[in-house]
């Protein structure tokens, strides 16, 4: 099995690489390699899709990079390989984001991208730094990851699903935000797993020994 973290210049890539390589070692989970090569990405058995930044310039930048979103697609729609987005990655699942300009996103997580809108006006945006985990629903992926698990966030905008099947798991910060998101062989969440300790190492250690 080999995993493909897409690099579409959205992000520093180094952390999550190490991350992946580390847990893949110990779970058996065959070679990672990070690429922005349609040919290696259509040909991996599963994908990470990280992101850093504004939702319309990651799209943007992904777009700019000939055959990838078509290789994405083919890989995901058309193969059904499994797929985990992080942070903005995982925005990008969604079927839209309102971030500065209006963007499309891929539409596996039917959604849209807000701006996080605290109901306790003290709370800061974005919103960065540890929070606990709020589980909704079981998922392989999930693992082991229970409610009051902490997770490493950076962000300012949040994905509010249409379907509330599709949401594993929130952190409360003035209201729910998503913090896990999965349907069929698509995953994401907001925040960073390579950054989270016990708890992103665990959910990348479930994500690739993951059989859909």
């Known amino acids: 099995m080999s995993t493909v973290l897409v690099d ?10 190490k991350a992946f390589e580390r847990m893949a070692a110990e779970v058996g989970g065959g070679p990672v390699t990070v690429s922005a090569d349609p040919d290696v990405v259509a040909s991996a058995d599963r994908l990470v899709l990280p992101g850093d930044g504004a939702f319309a310039a990651c799209r943007s930048a992904l777009d700019d990079c000939p055959g990838l979103p078509e290789a994405l697609r083919q890989a995901v729609e058309v193969e059904g390989h499994p797929l985990l987005g992080i942070c903005v990655g995982m925005q990008l699942l969604a079927s839209v984001g ?102 992103g190492l665990r959910l990348i250690a479930n994500f690739l020994s993951w059989r859909p």
Do not use: C
Not at 10 to 17: K, V
Not at 99 to 111: M, Q, S
């Open 8 to 17: 579409f210049a959205g992000g520093n890539l180094h952390s999550a690489q």
């Open 98 to 199: 309102y971030e500065y300009e209006t963007a499309e996103g891929f539409g596996w997580i039917p959604g849209a991208i807000r701006r996080i809108a605290p109901s306790d006006p003290a709370l800061k945006i974005p919103h960065m730094g540890w929070n606990d985990l709020v589980v909704e629903r079981a998922h392989p992926v999930m693992e082991g990851v229970a409610t009051g698990d902490h997770a490493y966030f950076v962000h300012s905008y949040q994905m509010e699903v249409e379907r509330p099947a599709d949401r594993l798991a929130h952190v409360d910060y003035g209201g729910p935000v998503t913090a896990i998101v999965a349907h069929d062989t698509v995953v994401g969440t907001q925040f960073h797993p390579e950054k989270s300790q016990a708890t």
